[in-house]
C-alpha cells in the first residue's frame, strides 16, 4: 500500500535502542584511524598531533577520576584549573531564578 507507514514513533525508537552497541575496543580502533587520518591530512601535522595528545590527556585524566586513581586526586591551582577550560567544554550561564531567602547575589 503506497503511503502507508511501516511503524510508529515508539516502534521506530525501541528498534534503534535494541541496535548492538559497539565495543569499546571497536570505538578506539575507530578513533586511532581517525587520530591517523586526522594528521595525515593537516598541513601542520606537529600541531596537530600536539592538539590530539591534549584531548587525549583530557581522556585520560577523565579515566583516572572515574576510577579514583591517585594523580587525579593531586590538588591544582587555580591557573591549572582554569588552564583546563575551553570553548568546548564551557556551559552557559544557568538563571537559578530569584532569591527565595536571604541570599545575597
Request: glycine share 4%; with cysteine; hydrophobic share 35%.
Amino acid at each position: 500500500m503506497a503511503g502507508r507507514r511501516r511503524g510508529s514513533a515508539k516502534e521506530s525508537r525501541r528498534r534503534i535502542s535494541t541496535e548492538p552497541v559497539k565495543s569499546i575496543e571497536a570505538m578506539i580502533d575507530e578513533l586511532e584511524a581517525a587520530i591517523d587520518h586526522f594528521v595525515d591530512h593537516s598541513p601542520r601535522r606537529q600541531e596537530a598531533i600536539v592538539e590530539c595528545l591534549a584531548r587525549l590527556d583530557r581522556v585520560r585524566r577523565h579515566l583516572e577520576s572515574l576510577a579514583g586513581h591517585p594523580s587525579s586526586r593531586t590538588p591544582q591551582t587555580l591557573d591549572q584549573l582554569l588552564a583546563l577550560v575551553t570553548e568546548e567544554n564551557i556551559h552557559p550561564e544557568q538563571n537559578t531564578g530569584p532569591s527565595v531567602g536571604r541570599e545575597v547575589w
